[in-house]
């Protein structure tokens, strides 16, 4: 998720260069309306979210987002707001500390604070593989080490194995947000407090290459789902899923996290129609700020809500309020992932960076992925034991391993993902299969937390 004042911008390039897609936008306007204007009509919101949502122009830059849960020197304990921010120092950011310069790492890495207390850290766009996997290394080696002198060490597992959902963050944001998930029950507190991701910023192409770019990533997203599932636990319970934070994800409010049933057509209009007829999760205000139930920004365009108009800056805000598994800013940003094991994050960053770095490939890709397509439900559930899931995994991997070479990674990163093909993908295995020390091995009968994140599970044959 954004900083609480966060709207949608685009990411700036290294050393002020170049940002993700910076050949134009799709749907390119001359001049885009300042964040004050009044939005007047549900076409004009539209317009506005196609204009700015996709970027294009050759893909040359990737980033990453990654998320970690922090493990006090106690485990049964919390970690707290104060040891957190005092172990940042001057990375700290500013919402958090008033007068923080928010210092990037030595590598330009930006650090966040998840409102249950998980650090972020967000990459700049880099060109190459290799130099995105060094500068984030070097990064995230110097924030655990701050981390590690207060106690707090990364979990291991994307979602809390041990500990209740508890918000740390009082900010208006997520007071909203609590409130506006609680209406669906728990899951919005779990995935906002309890859960990490690895989460990968890809250029959104070439105009004419966009919108098999925007599929191919969605058709990957159940495949790679269940081949790095990494949360079998959640508050002290076996959950009965491999990816208890995407199960968590998509129970927690559907028209806000769920897939698109489709990705053909047009990328920028069918977004821009799903943003601006999503429901709102909250209006900005003095104070509290106030959670409308039911009440989506077409209708707040269309006057049905009391007071101002929207602005711009309140579309740009709503956008930064949903959440699926592929959103666009500009780049476009794949949010599906569970967070991984150590130096494993970039698996999933390399795996996707492969798959997408030519045309052929990416017709490829969608021919493998075929017939795992919409199977979220059965990917968090079951991970790689989905047959048709585990077929698919075993050719994309494949081709991955065959395509990243030509992107010069690391040897090490390459070598990892051979081995990681070969040893666990080939064997239907995904890394909640592979109990951790001090955790109850799989199969051990524990107590299960049911979570259904749609009225219909995928099929498991």
């Known amino acids: 998720m954004l900083p609480d004042a966060g709207t949608v911008p685009a990411v700036p390039g290294p050393e002020g260069g170049p940002s993700f897609g910076t050949s134009g936008v799709v749907g390119q306007v ?22 700015v949502c996709f970027k294009h122009g050759p893909p040359r830059y990737v980033g990453v987002e990654l ?39 030595p590598h330009r890495s930006v650090v966040t604070v998840e409102p249950g207390g998980q650090i972020e850290l967000a ?20 924030l655990h080490a701050r981390l590690a002198a207060r106690g707090l060490t990364p979990e291991p597992r994307a979602a809390d194995p041990v500990r209740p959902a508890r918000r740390l963050l ?19 507190r779990s995935g906002m407090c309890s859960t990490s991701a690895v989460q990968v910023a890809l250029d959104a192409g070439e105009r004419a290459d966009l919108p098999a770019r925007w599929a191919a990533l969605h058709d990957l997203g159940p495949v790679l789902v269940a081949a790095f599932a990494n949360s079998p636990l959640l508050h002290g319970r076996r959950t009965g899923w491999k990816s208890s934070r995407l199960a968590a994800w998509l129970a927690l409010d559907p028209a806000r996290t769920a897939p698109p049933t489709s990705v053909d057509g047009d990328p920028a209009r069918a977004w821009a129609e799903r943003a601006v007829g999503t429901p709102l999760l909250c209006v900005r205000g003095a104070g509290e700020w106030s959670t409308p139930e039911g009440v989506t920004f077409a209708d707040w365009v269309a006057g049905r809500l009391p007071g101002r108009r929207p602005t711009v800056a309140d579309l740009d805000y709503h956008i ?10 500009g780049f476009l940003e794949v949010r599906y992932v569970d967070g991984q094991q150590g130096a494993d994050w970039a698996l ?34 079951h991970g790689l034991e989905d047959r048709v899931l585990a077929a698919a995994a075993v050719e994309v991997f494949s081709l991955a391993c065959a395509e990243l070479p030509a992107l010069a990674p690391p040897p ?47 099929a498991f044959p």
């Open 320 to 329: 930064s309020t949903l959440f699926p598994p592929v959103r666009p800013r």
């Open 123 to 142: 990459s700049p766009p880099t060109e190459g593989l290799g130099a995105l996997v060094a500068a984030v290394e070097g990064d995230a080696a110097a």
């Open 30 to 51: 001359s001049e885009l309306p300042a964040d004050s204007a009044e939005l007047r009509t549900r076409a004009e919101a539209e317009a506005y979210v196609a204009s």
């Open 67 to 105: 998320e970690w849960l922090l493990r006090p020197a106690d485990p049964a304990r919390s970690a707290e707001l104060a040891d957190l921010l005092g172990a940042l120092g001057p990375h700290a950011p500013a919402p958090l500390v008033p007068g923080s310069p928010a210092a990037p790492l």
């Open 170 to 188: 009082q900010l208006p944001r997520y007071r909203a947000m609590e409130r506006a998930f609680d209406r669906n029950g728990p899951h919005g």
């Open 348 to 381: 999933p960053v390399a795996v996707l960076a492969a798959l997408t770095a030519r045309p052929a490939v990416v017709d490829r890709v969608r021919e493998i992925c075929a017939p795992a397509r919409l199977r979220w439900t059965s990917a968090a559930r």
């Open 412 to 458: 090490a990163l390459l070598a990892r993902l051979v081995e990681v093909t070969e040893r666990r993908v080939a064997a239907g295995r995904c890394p909640a299969d592979e109990p951790l020390p001090g955790e109850p091995p799989a199969g051990v009968p524990l107590e299960t937390l049911e979570i259904i994140p749609s009225p219909t599970e995928g």
